[in-house]
Structures are given as structure tokens and as C-alpha cells.
């Protein structure tokens, strides 16, 4: 009972916050879109429907949190594009009294800024940081999860601070015999509770996502599908500087938007292949990261992404490299632990 009280309450809680969420303009806190850990970002950086074992896989969907990563620890470190990094921590634990929860930390460093006057002389220097901490909860019924994670983010500009509070809500559904599983996640449904030196509300990256993924019977690979950005169909931005063709009367022709690219840009396929207990290679491919930064005659592999994963003993070690950019990419390291087998040696 405590627990669907718990998801009912964060539900209509979430309701409120996307009334609310509907004032400003553009969104902020973009940070929180960002993968927290290398499975995630080895896929093509969203997947709602992959890692039931795993414990950070609860920052992209909660319902992913199942029993099998019952007092599990996760940490990540994002070497990301310039001189940003990102550190995350995820912990899960079950109880009796109070079921399935987990923690988590997510912290985004900027790097070291220097402050100038309107004249152009320097004057010091200032600090650029994103924080969010999150409590998630899920329950199981037969062969549905569903879960909710409510989160306080914070923003930070040179001692300027903005505060959000957030949910995200998730559903998932398992295939009582097969390897199929099909998520629902609804993220960063917020409001900003203190803006930028008390300026104007702005909206929360809201996103809706739906994914599937199946691992054949005996086959040694796990193949997903994530739909995102669901809650708008027209996310296409065409730079309007940008030169267009020349037609048969030569005249300019600027580039249009067509319902087929519309349609790709919400989709993410990703895949695992399982080489063995403790080993697997993960790729992943997001079409509207490609599109908006691949530059043109130069190509690269921007939208690509590529992991690895490790088991020795009670520790696995994963990495993944993503591409963003012919100016850089990003590198994922993350570290997962199972602390019931050093609680179990030490209680032996």
C-alpha cells in the first residue's frame, strides 16, 4: 500500500509540475539529458528498455530498477568535450518496510571561466557547476515495473544560483519467457523553483520516450529501439545562414524540412553483444546527433558510439566512447560493484 501511495503521490505531483512547466521559453537544465554511465551512452546516449542488472540504469528510466541490482553500486566519470567532466554515483537497496529504492548524484563541472569587464579586462576568474540528486522508487506487479524519481537540481554561474525540482515517472514491461522488454519514460517533468538572479521561470527538458529491446533465443545479441523527444514531432532545426543549392533558372533553393527526416530524427538504435559472461561490446547510433553536428565535407562519427564491458570478480569496468563532433568526444568510465558479496565475506 505504501508504495502505490508513493507512485500516486509522485504522479499527481508530476501533473502539477507540468502545468507549471508550460511558462518561459526555451528549457534549461539541459545537463540533465547528458547519460550518466557508459551503458547508456554506448547505446546512443537514450535507451529506457536495457539493464534491468544494471544499477545505473535507473537515471533513464526508473522501472528499469529491479531485484537484481539489489545493493548495488555504480560510479561513472564523464571526460567530456573541452575541459567539462561529469562524476555520478548510483545506489540501490531494498527493504521490508520501505521496497525497492535508490540514490543518486550527478555532478557537471564547466572548468575555470575568465571574468572580464565591459571593457575586456580580466578580473578574476569564476566557477561553472550542475548538480542533481535524486531518490527513486519502483514496484512490481506480475510482469510490469513501474517507478518514479523525484530530483533537486541545481545550477550554479559564478555563485548565481537557479533550483529546479523535477520527477521523472517510468514503466516497464517484461516478456514472462523471452528477453523482450518494452519502456515508457517521462523525464524531467519540472519546475524552476529560483531562477537566475530572479529573472523569469523557464521550462525543464521535458522528454518522452518509448523503447524496445530483445535478444533473439541463443543469439549472443541484445538489439534496442528508442523513440524520444515524443512529446513534439518537428525537431528539426535548419540553419537559415546556411547556403541552399542552385535549380535550373539559378536561382537559390534553401533546404526543406521532409516528414521522413522529422520521423528519424526521434529514433536511437542500439546493440549489445554478449561474447560471454563477463564480456561485451555495445554500439549505438542517435540520427538527430548526427544530423545537427556532422559538418558537411567533412564527415566523422558524429551520432556514433562504442563500449566495452568487463567482469572480474566482483567488479565490472565499462567504457565508451562517444562522438559528438569533429572537435571532440566524449569518454565514459564507469565502475559497478556488487556490495552483497563483501558484506557476505565479511560476515563468513
Aim: hydrophobic share 40%; charged share 20%; proline share 3%.
Amino acid at each position: 500500500m505504501q508504495k502505490r501511495l508513493f507512485l500516486l503521490g509522485l504522479l499527481s505531483f508530476a501533473l502539477v509540475q507540468l502545468a507549471f512547466a508550460q511558462m518561459g521559453g526555451r528549457s534549461v537544465f539541459r545537463f540533465l539529458n547528458v547519460p550518466t554511465h557508459a551503458r547508456q551512452a554506448a547505446l546512443g546516449g537514450v535507451n529506457v528498455s536495457s539493464g534491468l542488472e544494471d544499477v545505473n540504469a535507473v537515471s533513464a528510466n526508473p522501472a528499469l530498477m529491479h531485484g537484481k541490482t539489489d545493493n548495488h553500486l555504480g560510479l561513472t566519470y564523464l571526460n567530456y568535450l573541452s575541459d567539462v567532466s561529469q562524476n555520478n554515483l548510483s545506489y540501490t537497496f531494498e527493504s521490508s518496510r520501505w521496497g525497492r529504492n535508490a540514490i543518486g548524484i550527478q555532478y557537471l563541472d564547466y572548468g575555470t571561466f575568465t571574468q572580464t569587464s565591459d571593457a575586456g579586462m580580466e578580473e578574476g576568474t569564476f566557477k561553472v557547476r550542475d548538480y542533481a540528486v535524486s531518490l527513486s522508487h519502483a514496484a512490481t506487479i506480475e510482469h510490469f515495473t513501474l517507478g518514479a524519481t523525484a530530483k533537486v537540481a541545481i545550477s550554479s554561474i559564478a555563485g548565481n544560483q537557479a533550483v529546479a525540482t523535477l520527477v521523472d515517472l517510468g514503466g516497464t514491461f517484461k516478456h514472462p519467457e523471452r528477453d523482450f522488454v518494452v519502456g515508457l519514460a517521462i523525464r524531467n517533468l519540472g519546475v524552476m523553483l529560483k531562477p537566475y538572479d530572479n529573472g523569469e521561470r523557464e521550462d525543464m527538458p521535458l522528454d518522452i520516450q518509448v523503447g524496445a529491446s530483445y535478444k533473439p533465443e541463443h543469439a549472443p545479441f541484445r538489439l534496442s529501439i528508442t523513440a524520444h523527444q515524443l512529446q513534439r514531432f518537428d525537431i528539426v532545426y535548419l540553419d537559415p545562414d546556411k547556403p541552399g543549392t542552385l535549380d535550373e533558372n539559378n536561382q537559390e533553393v534553401k533546404e526543406k524540412k521532409t516528414f521522413g527526416d522529422k520521423l528519424a530524427r526521434h529514433f536511437v538504435v542500439g546493440g549489445e553483444f554478449i561474447l560471454g559472461p563477463g564480456f561485451q561490446l555495445r554500439g549505438g547510433y542517435n540520427h538527430l546527433r548526427r544530423k545537427e553536428l556532422v559538418v558537411e565535407n567533412v564527415g566523422g562519427m558524429a551520432g556514433f558510439s562504442f563500449g566495452a564491458s568487463v567482469k572480474v570478480h566482483a567488479f565490472r569496468f565499462e567504457y565508451t566512447y562517444a562522438n559528438y563532433h569533429v572537435a571532440g568526444a566524449s569518454n565514459y568510465l564507469t565502475l559497478n560493484t556488487d556490495l552483497n558479496r563483501f558484506l557476505k565475506k565479511k560476515l563468513d
